[in-house]
């Protein structure tokens, strides 16, 4: 019996007995399984219910080759699709929604984004465009992304917002009640965020600024901060930062964190301490593809700001609000760098922060050792002794020798993580002109890091790391002198991991040079 595709109606044996075929010999066209099989018949074998895992994938890698060959590497081949979507309706596509298998329903999205897009600008199927909205919900991560990539594509108002049953589907998907529940939601939102800038959708725009605002319930502060971690990653999104800006989502995060330190409620700190962590994240280099942006650095400003109050050591707070205002700060000068000094200079956080360098708890001393560490290179191009003026807070009279002395102590802290905080301070120092000036003058410097007996792999790293930095400054071998500088590029070609480590032990040397400060 013929197939409208060409080829025959057969068995589903049949059906593998040729995709297996087709499968193992190289370079043989899909037109070849068309005619042998038909395309009809391909698809139907996917609801059969008698096909292996393995079967199942096969029959979809081939179905896939039979796609890219009709329609062509180019979606210009209208006549082609014409043909898909005869030889595959729409109900089928709709249908193979419901596969166990995830493959297939991925494959469906992908067929639903050749029939729509046939379909034309102008109309749209209804069973498609729901089958599309329900796959944002799917547990499968790549449906759910293929769902949300191929709605962009067609664009929201075709999908959805041309539609009330569609829109009601897709608002219940928003309110967490489908099948997936956050994975349908999140998906959705991330959709809204996507199509803010590119989508003309003013129903798609208001429904965003409802359902954003309709987590900023002020009566369950908990019940915010969950809401806050669940949208943290639209920051990576394109847009939306800009969509969290526009809606008063940064505004919101930015009040509570400030309630941390105006009031004495241990939920408020709380809150604020789990806003600290959401705002880190938001800030992480990886989110943003554009460092040099200083427009999506300034919309971080009030969130700076915030914290920045959480760093005023004339108030009393937990070290953990300190240290997660820190982390912000640290993590925002590293993500922005140059870029985003003017932000840092005009927040409140810089002052408050480098008023509690000279003293914070020793608790706090790798968060503010590592911070400052960050300032230091974010600042490098801003101005000559800009870094300088701020590794000078590390001593109370904020002189710089002073400031190295209490370095110079905490680098043989028996606390690993103090030892690594000042090793990363010392490498962004000895980067900066100033730096090596500093460095070469302070006696016993070059001997603590020449001396690489910590037991700590990752401190050793850290100083290799740092006299790699002093031997490619240009004017390194005029400061330090022959025997100094030859030491320091011994110890750059070390590698720390093939070294025998042992306990910390006084250095003599350092010893004499803290004595005689």
Known sequence: MEDSAGGHQGSIEEVLESVREFRETPGRQASWLVERVGVRDLVSSLSSGLLTRSD????????????????????????????????????QLVDGLGHPAACVRELCVECIMLVARDLGEGSSDQGLMLGLVAALDDDDVSVSQGAKTTILNLGLDRVIFD???????????????????????????????????????????????????????????????????SISPFARVPGGLEVLKDTGVIEHMGNLVADGAAEEDVERALVAE???????????????????????????????????????PSIELSDSLREGA??????????????????????????????????????????????????????????????????????????????????????????????LSVWSLFSSVADQSWGLTL???????????????????DVREKRVETANRVVQQPHAKELFGDSRFSRL???????????????PRPDPMVDIAMDHR
């Not at 979809?60 to 309706?89: C, K, P, W």
């Not at 009640?177 to 800038?197: D, F, P």
């Not at 208001?206 to 915010?224: M, R, V, W």
């Not at 460095?439 to 792999?457: E, I, M, Q």
């Open 163 to 229: 539609n009330q049953r569609v829109v009601e589907k897709f608002k219940g998907i928003l309110d967490g009640t489908g099948a997936s529940k956050e994975v349908g939601r999140v998906r959705g939102i991330e959709l809204l965020i996507e199509g803010w800038a590119s989508s003309a959708s003013e129903q798609g725009r208001a429904l965003l600024d409802e359902k954003l605002k309709a987590g900023l319930n002020p009566g369950d502060l908990l019940s915010q901060l969950a809401w806050f971690e």
């Open 489 to 503: 590029y011994a110890t750059a070609r070390k590698s720390p991991h093939t070294l025998d480590p042992r306990p």
């Open 56 to 91: 199942t994938d096969q029959v979809v890698d081939a179905i896939r080759s039979v796609i890219r060959e009709l329609v062509g590497t180019q979606s210009g081949s209208s006549e082609a699709v014409l043909r898909m979507t005869d030889l595959v309706g729409a109900s």
């Open 439 to 457: 460095v070469a003058d302070t006696p016993g410097w070059v001997d603590l890091l020449c001396s690489l007996d910590d037991v700590n792999v």
């Open 274 to 312: 789990g806003i600290l962590r959401v705002i880190a994240h938001m800030m992480a280099p990886e989110n943003f593809a554009d460092p040099d942006d200083e427009g999506k650095a300034e919309i971080f400003l009030p969130l700076l700001n915030a914290s920045g109050l959480l760093l005023n």
């Open 326 to 419: 820190a982390l912000c700060l640290g993590t925002f000068s590293t993500t922005f760098g140059s870029s985003g000094w003017k932000v840092i200079e005009g927040s409140k956080s810089l002052d408050n922060f480098l008023r509690s360098c000279s003293n914070s708890p020793r608790s706090l001393l790798p968060c503010y050792y590592e911070t400052l560490s960050r300032l230091i290179l974010a600042s490098s191009t801003s101005s000559a002794n800009r870094g300088l003026d701020m590794f000078m807070h590390l001593s109370p009279n904020q002189e710089a020798p002073s400031a190295m002395t209490k370095l110079m102590k905490h680098a043989r802290d028996p606390v690993d993580s103090i030892r």
